[in-house]
């Protein structure tokens, strides 16, 4: 059996790291707020090279405090990719706002900035760019359209730790960058935790009184709060995990190029490849019209694989609230039909990566992989 992604292999790797981590914290029993949350924001922003971190407990309630940071409220709305995991738009509809969908590049399946004039209104404070699969959006043209129309920036890099765009680290470019440490992101905790990255201290500001309910006497705050801090345990496990993160993304990048010189020539269309943007790779997903024979056929062989994602927004049951029809969003919808996620994780052997290779291979009537690739290390 191949799995989509295990951190079996990662914790057998760490535990004699984690176990006293997490000792120190039960024996201090400072359970919220304790040093490691400091610690591991300090880590975290330094990674990023922002000026501010702030832990908080989900991706979820990162993109939440980040739009309650910007006062969005209803009446407001906030644009978005159509193709998103759903917490990109519940977080939008939390703030009573409405979440306007935009459709993607058919290239890297990430917000498209040509299409944002038609859909952008005098009501839209926010643009929510989200890096999906790790692969950076289209920084440059987002930024450009959200200066030139007054709004404000949020990234949703919650499968983009590390991923780069010109250089610059994903959530590190635009107002606010929001983060999922759920455990099988590329940075994962033992549970549920996520951080906000910011570079204007009045954001950090009021996303740490968010988050903290309000209690942050120092600060004024016109929105309700939250409880939504990072656990000590947690950042414990992070702060143990963190310096691990760019020989693991690195370690997926070396498995994709495996996986694109050898699925080379078949009827799938791969992971775009782009200068300028150098994707983590947090899922490698190829695209055909064949996807549904294709996964039964590699569950048959023991290989697991995943689809993110089966829907576009507007065809999710709890959105049809927004009132958008079948057809309005043609890349998105198109994605959703041809999706699907090969494994992918850090401790994943070029053996398996061979195998299923093989098997995709063997599925489209290409029976061997060429001599050239088998002895590919
Ligand atoms: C994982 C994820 C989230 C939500 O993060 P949680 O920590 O699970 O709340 C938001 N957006 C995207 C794109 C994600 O992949």
Redesign the pocket.
């Known amino acids: 059996m191949i799995p989509l992604t295990s951190l079996r292999e990662q914790y057998r790797t760490l535990s004699s790291h984690l176990s006293p981590a997490i000792a120190r914290v039960m024996k201090s029993g400072t359970f919220v707020k304790g040093p490691q949350v400091a610690e591991f924001e300090h880590a975290f922003a330094v990674y990023n090279r922002t000026r501010y971190c702030i832990g908080v407990g989900?991706?979820?309630?990162?993109?939440v405090a980040a739009l309650r940071a910007i006062h969005i409220q209803p009446g407001d709305e906030v644009i978005i990719p159509a193709f998103?995991?759903v917490?990109?738009a519940f977080?939008v509809m939390t703030t009573g706002a409405r979440p306007v969908l935009c459709d993607v590049e058919p290239t890297t399946l990430t917000l498209d900035p040509a299409l944002l004039a038609s859909v952008v209104s005098p009501r839209t404070k926010a643009i929510i760019p989200?890096h999906?699969y790790g692969m950076p959006a289209d920084m440059d043209g987002i930024l450009q359209f959200a200066r030139a129309h007054g709004c404000v920036v949020i990234e949703?890099a919650?499968?983009a730790h590390g991923s780069r765009y010109k250089g610059k680290l994903a959530g590190s470019m635009g107002d606010i960058g929001?983060f999922?440490?759920?455990p099988s992101?590329n940075l994962g905790a033992a549970g549920?935790?996520?951080a906000v990255i910011t570079n204007k201290k009045s954001l950090a500001d009021a996303v740490r009184s968010i988050g903290n309910v309000g209690t942050n006497t120092k600060y004024t705050h016109t929105v309700v709060g939250i409880n939504s801090r990072l656990d000590t345990l947690q950042a414990a496990v992070l702060c143990t995990k963190l310096p691990y993160l760019t020989g693991w993304n690195r370690k997926r990048r070396r498995l994709a190029d495996l996986y694109k010189n050898l699925l080379t020539a078949l009827p799938v269309t791969l992971p775009a490849e782009l200068p300028h943007r150098t994707g983590n790779y947090?899922l490698f997903v190829i695209r055909t019209r064949r996807r549904k024979a294709l996964q039964k056929f590699l569950t048959e062989h023991g290989i697991e694989t995943g689809i993110h994602y089966p829907l576009p927004l507007h065809k999710e049951p709890a959105l049809s609230v927004l009132g958008y029809k079948n057809g309005a969003f043609p890349i998105s919808e198109k994605a959703a039909h041809e999706v699907i996620s090969l494994p992918m994780y850090p401790e994943l052997s070029t053996k398996d990566v061979r195998t299923v290779s093989l098997h995709i291979r063997r599925f489209f009537g290409h029976s061997k992989l060429r001599k050239k690739h088998i002895h590919r290390p």
């Open positions: 989900s991706g979820t309630e990162a993109l998103t995991f917490s990109t977080a989200v999906l949703d919650a499968q929001c999922s440490f759920y992101k549920d935790s996520g947090h």
